[in-house]
């Protein structure tokens, strides 16, 4: 069984920063591209960033510049680091990622998601 596990949400003010991180465990037997959505109230969700295994990342337009991306292979953690949030990315953040279980059979995973406050 495989679970993603997400950390380091919370209330920011605007202009500042927050890392969030997302573990996967389980019988994992390898992992494609990782990536972070969000999803705000009325909204539908959207992709942040993404990363591959290899390291080649993706980013919205919105946030290119401002948030990196990356991802610890030996860990299987993925990190989001955001600066100069604004009080409109306030959002749910989920992690998601391909991954190949130990029954060699590729699916798509989902964490629980993390609440990001950006207040003004």
């Known amino acids: 069984q495989v679970q993603l596990v997400e950390s380091g949400g919370g209330l920011v003010q605007a202009g500042g920063s927050l890392r969030l991180s997302c573990a996967a465990s389980?019988?994992?037997?390898?992992?494609?591209?990782m990536g972070w959505y969000r999803q705000a109230p009325g909204k539908q969700r959207e992709l942040v960033a993404a990363?591959?295994?290899?390291?080649?990342?993706n980013y919205a337009d919105s946030v290119k510049g401002r948030f990196t991306i990356s991802r610890d292979n030996a860990k299987n953690t993925v990190y989001l680091q955001m600066n100069s949030l604004k009080p409109e990315e306030t959002a749910v953040y989920y992690c998601?990622?391909?991954?190949?279980?130990?029954?060699?059979?590729?699916?798509?995973?989902w964490g629980q998601g993390t609440q990001v406050t950006v207040s003004s």
């Open positions: 990363i591959t295994r290899g390291g080649t990342t």
């Open positions: 389980g019988s994992i037997f390898s992992i494609d591209t």
């Open positions: 998601n990622a391909e991954i190949k279980s130990s029954y060699r059979v590729w699916s798509d995973y």
